[in-house]
């Protein structure tokens, strides 16, 4: 097929780099780049073939003198040199181009943000910069010399020279391009020191923009505890001189771990009580989490080609769930994360745009960096380090570690390292990089004679190009509890790898309750003819706090199917949560959880895998419903809870304070059904926190109220672009479904909204998108507002255009008029004049 690229045509390429020189000669418009590459063949003669795109090359010579013009050619995609015009032996390739960064709408190679110079590779980036095999098993030295007269000029790796209008770095460490990085700018730092565990001192630098310095600790502070933590927890320690860090206004993604100089959305470094939320502190720590992990898994072992990208994303997003467990709430952090991934990945699975972590072909790498490639990765690893235990575990990843370190890597080589490690056959276990979907597990119970047996089935249901799909290796921990609530078989893991199987405990004096799937141990869906006493029992007893919630969570989702189709709230389950709101042993955080009502969205989502067709207006009374009847039933309660947990004294980001705020916010969410916003208006007027002063206007504009507060925010932080993202976001989140597109298009239309910039579009056109019943209006309003903004996106930054287009994955569930309105937003952006490859391909597969 046209443009596709396959897993199956990966062949290595035909010459080793052994080091890359490289100039800047930095300017808006005219940019000069010149790249030196020291070639050496590795068997006989061939083609030498870089990349490039966009690029005009001003010359090119070989050993120093100029190639004659038939001896290479350049097209819209690349230079190649015929076998012909080279030397026999290694060779230097010199090249020099000039590139307009300026002009750089897409973020993508070198670009300009507020004034500084900044790049991103990965994926294919560096090929918008220079002529280079772009690709990541082509790893080199890399020296960089920056001239410009701006005052702080940054690559990766050690400073090796500086001076009037320049400097030179130098990184010891082989690389693929996709790690490169350059910054150029008048920056300031907020620094600090680590010393490793074996007593080198690493210089830490967060480097930002004038006036955001103040905002630099708690990020610097994350850094060190990364450091400290990826020392105790794998041995692994930092190895260059010098961390550097940027915070950049304009940027595609979350952050990016090129070597020794991380660029970051500014949104994930900037931090101060008043200006960011507990939930963007969190989130601040786990990136820079994230991205220092990446130096191991990642940088020093890369990918042999982007199919393997899960190799790299799903271990280091498994590192940074783990940090964030270790340093903050565990139990919570891995609630959260499993919601996350249900609402995401497990979303993505069930419809049109379902991949394997690691899938076989794609025409647009870009639109792979999904929920399946990052959080479904961290689960297949969590799942490995399940089957082989904590010891296991480690004992694998030093071998990974050892094996290949220096090396781009493949899933075989990873899976090769488990087995190596533990003994065990891992090929039925590799199902899970390679297959898409989710697997249903159905679960039935019998007890004879003091024996208890648990019936497994599992069915995974055909995905695009995968009809059949044969059973998956399950770890399902298991715990049982009597029926007083002691525990009496404590958790096991047992190990499914056929269709159906059935396990037996014995020597039980009665019929336990199945605790199942603890700690979330597969990233299945599971299926069990339960009652809501049982339910309720599990919420009050089990001790696996994972499954605590999730009992609870049952219970909600089951109320609000049968309210969605005109049933009543579930009697047990507004006394469950009573129960649970009055147990004082339970952590603040944990009772927030629980209060938390399933998403519009993911009740969608469950009516349609029943087969119903989800009438989005019903699921949005139906949770507004059930909101306002636990606040009937438990006010007294709510209040009690509301007024006990206000956090006195100067704000901490820290898990404890951060508990008691999401309890009160969650309490106040239901009785502000009740109050018609009286105490989110004084909450509102009191906050001396973003986490209070947002989440209280959020709920003014559910409750379709609270004009004079929106008034007064925007008042107050018209300058600050990152927290306007949060009043854009509230409100097109938030805003009752039939205002919501009249909402969303004002915001758009007033000449305030930098709608270039990602995170303005994602804050008011993101926000829109989880407007679960404004989105999905029946008479295609929502759709048709959408598709403008993705049209009008696509040919300046067609990276954040296409990644937003999964707004529309779940099309199909709807009924036929939505989905009329929906196929014909779609075909609409299809036939938009010169889409861009990316937009292009996930359309496609959208309307397939
Ligand atoms: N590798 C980055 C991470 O996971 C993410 C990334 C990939 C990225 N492509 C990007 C970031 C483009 C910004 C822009 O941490
Ligand atoms: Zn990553």
Redesign the pocket.
């Known amino acids: 097929m046209d443009g596709v690229t396959l897993l199956s045509d990966y062949q290595p390429y035909p010459f080793e780099i052994e080091k890359v020189s490289m100039v800047f000669h930095l300017a808006p418009d005219a940019t000069r780049v010149r790249s030196t590459l020291a070639l050496t063949p590795r068997a006989g003669a061939a083609d030498v073939h870089l990349d490039g795109e966009e690029l005009r090359l001003v010359s090119i010579a070989i050993d120093g003198a100029p190639l004659a013009p038939e001896a290479y050619r350049v097209t819209e995609t690349g230079l190649t040199i015929a076998a012909g015009a080279l030397p026999a032996g290694p060779f230097e390739l010199q090249t020099e181009v000039e590139i307009a960064p300026a002009k750089n709408t897409a973020l993508e190679g070198l670009y300009m943000s507020n004034g500084m110079y900044c790049t991103?590779c990965?994926?294919e980036g560096f090929r918008k910069i220079t002529f280079y095999p772009d690709r990541p098993d082509v790893m080199a030295r890399f020296h960089v010399r920056i001239e410009s007269d701006l005052p702080v000029l940054l690559s990766n790796g050690n400073p090796a020279a500086q001076g009037a209008g320049f400097a030179e770095w130098d990184d010891p460490w082989p690389k693929p391009a996709y790690l490169f990085a350059l910054v150029a700018g008048d920056l300031r730092a907020t620094s600090g020191t680590f010393t490793t565990a074996s007593g080198r001192k690493v210089d830490l630098n967060i480097w930002v923009r004038p006036g955001d310095e103040a905002r630099c600790d708690f990020a610097l502070g994350a850094l060190q505890r990364s450091m400290k933590w990826d020392e105790q927890a794998y041995g692994r320690e930092y190895d260059l001189d010098l961390f550097n860090i940027v915070a950049v206004d304009d940027?595609?993604?979350?952050?990016?771990?090129n070597k020794g100089l991380n660029i970051f959305n500014s949104k994930l470094v900037l931090a101060s009580p008043e200006t960011a939320t507990d939930l963007d502190y969190e989130r601040i720590e786990a990136v820079i989490a994230?991205?220092y992990f990446?130096n191991w898994t990642g940088n020093r072992i890369t990918c042999r080609d982007w199919f393997q990208l899960c190799l790299k994303?799903g271990l280091?997003v498994y590192r940074d769930q783990s940090f964030t467990r270790d340093v903050r709430l565990g139990a919570l952090k891995r609630i959260d994360d499993v919601a996350s991934l249900r609402a995401r990945q497990f979303r993505e699975d069930a419809g049109p745009l379902a991949h394997p972590p690691r899938p076989s072909s794609y025409r647009e790498i870009?639109n792979f960096?999904t929920a399946t490639v990052y959080e479904k990765g961290a689960e297949v690893v969590g799942m490995l380090a399940t089957l082989l235990g904590g010891e296991g575990y480690r004992k694998a990843l030093d071998l990974y570690f050892d094996r290949h370190d220096g090396q781009a890597c493949t899933i075989e080589d990873w899976i090769k390292v488990f087995e190596d490690a533990s003994g065990r056959d891992l090929s039925q276990f590799k199902l899970w990089y390679t297959q898409a979907g989710t697997p249903h597990l159905s679960v039935s119970e019998r007890f004879e004679n003091g024996t208890y047996t648990l019936d497994f089935e599992q069915v995974t249901a055909p995905t695009p190009g995968e009809p059949e799909k044969p059973p998956r290796h399950i770890p399902i921990a298991v715990g049982l509890l009597g029926p007083n609530g002691d525990e009496v078989v404590p958790t096991q893991v047992l190990e499914m790898t056929q269709g159906r199987q059935s396990f037996s405990f014995s020597g039980l004096a009665a019929k336990p309750v199945p605790s199942i799937l603890r700690g979330f141990s597969a990233p299945v869906v599971l299926e069990r003819d339960t009652t809501p006493a049982e339910q309720a029992f599990l919420l009050a007893h089990d001790t696996d706090p994972f499954n605590r919630w999730e009992a609870g969570r049952n219970l909600a989702r089951d109320t609000l199917i049968a309210m969605a189709q005109g049933g009543a709230p579930a009697p047990d389950y507004i006394a469950a949560v009573g129960q649970m709101l009055g147990d004082a042993t339970a952590m603040p955080a944990f009772r927030a959880a629980c209060l938390r009502l399933p998403g519009e969205d993911e009740i969608a989502s469950a009516l349609a895998a029943n087969g119903v067709v989800p009438d989005p207006d019903a699921i949005r009374a139906a949770r507004r419903d059930l909101m306002k009847a636990l606040a009937q039933t438990h006010e007294a309660a709510l209040v009690a809870a509301y007024e006990a947990h206000a956090v006195p004294g100067p704000y901490s980001p820290d898990a404890g304070p951060a508990g008691q705020r999401a309890l009160r916010l969650a309490t106040l969410a239901l009785l502000s059904t009740l109050d018609a916003g009286a105490r989110a208006k004084a909450l509102f007027s009191d906050a001396t926190n973003m986490t209070e002063s947002i989440g209280a206007l959020g709920l003014l504009v559910a409750q379709g109220t609270g004009q004079a507060e929106l008034d007064a925010f925007a008042a107050r932080w018209a300058s600050e672009p990152l927290v306007m993202d949060k009043w854009r976001s509230v409100q097109a989140m938030l805003s009752p479904p039939e205002a919501a597109v009249e909402v969303v298009t004002a915001i758009a239309e007033s000449g305030a909204f930098e709608w270039k910039n990602p995170n303005r579009f994602r804050s008011l056109l993101g926000g829109f998108a989880a407007n679960h019943a404004g989105f999905h209006r029946a008479d295609g309003a929502g759709y048709a507002l959408y598709a403008d903004w993705l049209i009008k996106l696509d040919p300046l930054n067609p990276?954040t255009a296409a990644r937003m287009s999964t707004a529309f994955e779940t099309w199909r569930r709807y009924d036929a008029t939505r989905q009329t309105h929906a196929q014909a937003a779609l075909k609409r952006i299809a036939g938009a004049p010169g889409l861009s490859r990316d937009l292009s391909e996930m359309v496609g597969r959208l309307l397939e």
């Open positions: 991103q990965e994926a940027f595609n993604m979350g952050a990016m771990e994230h991205e990446h994303e280091t870009n960096y990276q």
